[in-house]
C-alpha cells in the first residue's frame, strides 16, 4: 500500500498545474458562455441576431457544464501520462462546447464563445508543451565535456527562456491593446446603439481579462519556472579546483 502511495505522488507530483489548467478551462469556458447568454438578449438591434432568446434555464445548464468541464480537464490530466497531457487538457473543454454551441443558436458557431475557447486552448497547448518539454541534462554528468562548455551550455538554457518569457510578456502587451480597439471596433459595426456597445464591449473585457490571466499564470509561469530550471543546472555545475602542486 505504502508503494503504491508513493508511486502515485510520484505520478502526479505536478497535480498543481493540472489544477491550473482545470481551473483555466473553466473559467474561460464560464466567462464565454455566461456572457453571451446575458448580453445577446439585449443586443435588439445586432447587425445580424437582433434579440436572441435562448431557452429557459441555459444559464444554469451551462453552470453545470463547466462543473464537467472543471472535472473532466482535472480527472483526466491527473490520471494520464505527462505527455498525453498537452491534448487531454484542451479535450473535455471542446467536448463540452459542443451542447454549448447548440444551446447559444442560431449563430452556430457563436463568435465569441468559438474565440474564447479557441484561444484557451491554444494557451493550454502552449503551457503543456513548456511544462513537459524535457530539457538536456546528460551534459553535467559527462566527464568527457569540458566544465567551461558546460557553463556556457546552461547559459545558453537561461538565455533561451528568459528570452521566451520577455517576447511571450511583450508580445502579449502589444496584442492586448490592439485586440481591445479592433473589439470596440467591430461591436461598432455590430450595433449602433450606444447602450448595447457598451455591453458588447463591457462582455469582451471579461473574455480578454480571463485570456490574460491564463497567460500570466499559464504559459508565463511556466516559462518562468523552465527558467529557474537552467538556473539550478548552471548552480550544479562545479568549477574544477585549482592544482595545488603546481608551482606559482
Not at 448580453?39 to 464537467?68: E, N, T
Not at 521566451?164 to 491593446?177: D, E, N, R, S
Not at 469582451?204 to 509561469?221: D, E, M, N
Not at 518562468?224 to 537552467?230: S, W
Request: glycine share 4%; hydrophobic share 50%.
Amino acid at each position: 500500500m505504502l508503494h503504491r502511495l508513493i508511486s502515485q505522488n510520484r505520478k502526479d507530483e505536478d497535480i498543481a498545474f493540472c489544477i491550473k489548467v482545470s481551473i483555466a478551462s473553466w473559467l474561460n469556458y464560464i466567462v464565454g458562455a455566461v456572457s453571451s447568454l446575458i448580453v445577446d438578449p439585449k443586443l435588439a438591434h445586432h447587425a445580424y441576431f437582433p434579440s436572441r432568446q435562448y431557452a429557459p434555464g441555459s444559464i444554469w445548464v451551462v453552470s453545470a457544464l463547466s462543473l464537467v468541464v472543471l472535472g473532466g480537464t482535472l480527472s483526466l490530466m491527473a490520471r494520464s501520462r505527462p505527455s498525453n497531457r498537452l491534448w487531454l487538457g484542451i479535450a473535455p473543454l471542446w467536448f463540452v462546447s459542443l451542447p454549448t454551441f447548440y444551446i447559444l443558436r442560431p449563430e452556430v458557431p457563436h463568435n465569441a464563445f468559438f474565440v474564447q475557447i479557441t484561444l484557451c486552448s491554444i494557451l493550454t497547448a502552449v503551457a503543456a508543451w513548456v511544462r513537459y518539454h524535457p530539457m538536456d541534462t546528460a551534459y553535467l554528468t559527462e566527464s568527457a565535456v569540458l566544465t567551461q562548455a558546460k557553463l556556457e551550455r546552461a547559459k545558453e538554457e537561461i538565455a533561451f527562456w528568459r528570452s521566451a518569457f520577455v517576447y511571450t510578456l511583450g508580445g502579449f502587451l502589444a496584442i492586448l491593446f490592439s485586440w481591445l480597439n479592433t473589439v470596440v471596433d467591430l461591436n461598432k459595426l455590430i450595433t449602433t446603439e450606444a447602450r448595447e456597445q457598451f455591453l458588447m464591449n463591457l462582455a469582451s473585457s471579461y473574455r480578454v481579462i480571463s485570456i490574460g490571466v491564463w497567460i500570466i499564470f499559464g504559459v508565463l509561469a511556466e516559462i518562468a519556472t523552465k527558467t529557474r530550471e537552467a538556473i539550478r543546472h548552471l548552480e550544479m555545475i562545479r568549477s574544477p579546483e585549482p592544482d595545488k602542486s603546481a608551482k606559482p
